[in-house]
Each structure stands twice: as structure tokens, then as C-alpha cells.
């Protein structure tokens, strides 16, 4: 444990081990004594080897409870099989079967990622394009609420096993595309434009480049988040927040407003 990141955490105390992800046997002896397993590696068809192969070594250890790589999209809501979410499906399906006891953390889209013109707003020429209605309603969620929601998560299943759900949906934010067109003209000062598009062409395009296997998984993926957010699958209004942190008792939200204005530039 050489990196400077490696090094921050042990001086907090934090115990770091160098891991084989080949090794089962050399993951299990690492993982022993542990109860809880959060995998945090980027869920892509390239890395379902070693999420399996820590799924394995969990169960022999003697781990009990598993958090899957699994923050972003509900796969359950999803009505079209795409590599990245049969992928993370699939790996839920191996932990289950395995007789870890797991609870999918599902995010929506990051609130640090979503600002870009290829999911829909474009700051620098002050344009939302929206697939659909404007009233779509989708959530954000920062990544900072992503690990208090972790920790927390973990917190109620080692109070009460039992009142942690099996997929456990968050949000930091829930707005529609009219209100955060609103929020960025505020911020910048300037009107921006709102621009549609018609949802049932936009899916019938985006079913035709569905990735095959093998295929780059990542070179229209966001397509497809785009399409999730106006088929209604970003939406979290109705969402577990209150279940990990009842009236923001143990963290604050982020919000969308106090991310732009945090960020804007001119």
C-alpha cells in the first residue's frame, strides 16, 4: 500500500491490504472477521470477474452482509437489457445465491456528472434538451450522500437487519427539467432555452445501438441515462431517505441549487 491514497487511510487508522482479485483464497483471508463487504469497483462486464470472485471469497469468509457495485440506475425498472445493467443484475443474482444477505443501493444519476451537454444541459449554450416533457421528474444524488448513505445503511442493518430493504433508493434531489432550466438561468443570469425531443424516436434509436458483447459499453452509454431520466426510471420521489436519515439527522442533502451555484462559471 505505496499510494498516497493508501497511506491517508492507514493514518486514520484505517487497515489496508494489497489483494490478488485472481485469488479467491488470498481475498477470503483478507475479508476474515469482516461482517459487512461493500464492493466499490466500477461495475462493467470487464470487472465481473473480480466482483465474482470477491462474492466467493465473502461467503467463505464468513461475511454476512454485501452493498453490490450497484449505485445508479434501478436495473428492476428498466425495460430493455443493456450489457452494463444485465452485468450488475447478474452479479446481485451470484451474492444471493451465494447466501450473502445484500442490499442494492440504487442512486439515479450523480449530481456531479449530470451537468454536460451530453445528458441534456448545456451551460455553454444555454440549452436543456429534454426527451419528452419538461414536467419529467428525475433525481440526482451527490456523491458525497452516496457514502453517508453506505455508512448508514450499514449502521440499520447491523441495528436491525430485517428494516434493510432490498433495494434501498436514495436521492439527494428530485426536480424536473423546466425547474432546473429555471435554477440555471438564475445562476448565470442569463435565459436558457428549453428544447424537446420525441421520446418514442429517441428509444427506437437508441434499441438499434443497444452494445453487443464485446462491444464498448461506454461510447453511448449516456443515450441511454438520458432515455432512463424520460422514461420515468431516474424518478426517486418516493425513496428511503427518511429510512437512513430521518430528518437529515445524521447528514444534509445535497442540493441541486447550492451545487450550481457552488460550481457555476462564467
Request: charged share 25%.
Amino acid at each position: 500500500a505505496t499510494s498516497d491514497a493508501a497511506k491517508a487511510l492507514i493514518a486514520r487508522g484505517v487497515k489496508v491490504v494489497e489483494i490478488d482479485t485472481q485469488n479467491v483464497d488470498h481475498l477470503a483471508e483478507a475479508l476474515k472477521g469482516a461482517d459487512v463487504f461493500v464492493d466499490a469497483i466500477v461495475s462493467t462486464p470487464d470487472t465481473a470477474a473480480a466482483s465474482s470472485n470477491f462474492i466467493k471469497a465473502a461467503a467463505k469468509s464468513g461475511v454476512e452482509f454485501y452493498i453490490p457495485s450497484d449505485f445508479g440506475f434501478d436495473y428492476q425498472r428498466i425495460d430493455f437489457q443493456h450489457p452494463l445493467w444485465e452485468g450488475k443484475r447478474a452479479i446481485v443474482e451470484e451474492a444471493i445465491k451465494a447466501g450473502l444477505r445484500v442490499a442494492r443501493i440504487s442512486v439515479s444519476a450523480f449530481l456531479e456528472n449530470s451537468f454536460n451537454p451530453a445528458l441534456g444541459f448545456d451551460v455553454a449554450n444555454s440549452t436543456v434538451n429534454v426527451i419528452g416533457s419538461a414536467d419529467n421528474r428525475f433525481s440526482f444524488t451527490s456523491k458525497v450522500d452516496i457514502g453517508f448513505s453506505v455508512a448508514s445503511v450499514i449502521a440499520l442493518w447491523i441495528e436491525n437487519p430485517s428494516a434493510v430493504p432490498h433495494t434501498v433508493h436514495v436521492a439527494s434531489d428530485t426536480m424536473t427539467y423546466g425547474e432546473v432550466k429555471e435554477l440555471l438561468s438564475k445562476a448565470y443570469g442569463r435565459e436558457f432555452r428549453l428544447e424537446t425531443e420525441d421520446p418514442i424516436e429517441v428509444k427506437k434509436n437508441a434499441l438499434a445501438q443497444l452494445p453487443k458483447p464485446g462491444d464498448n459499453i461506454w461510447a453511448t452509454i449516456l443515450l441511454y441515462l438520458r432515455l432512463l431520466h424520460a422514461n420515468g426510471v431516474g424518478d426517486h420521489s418516493v425513496n428511503h431517505n427518511e429510512l437512513i436519515n430521518p430528518g437529515e439527522k445524521y447528514w444534509r442533502w445535497k442540493k441541486t441549487a447550492g451545487y450550481i451555484e457552488e460550481t457555476k462559471s462564467a
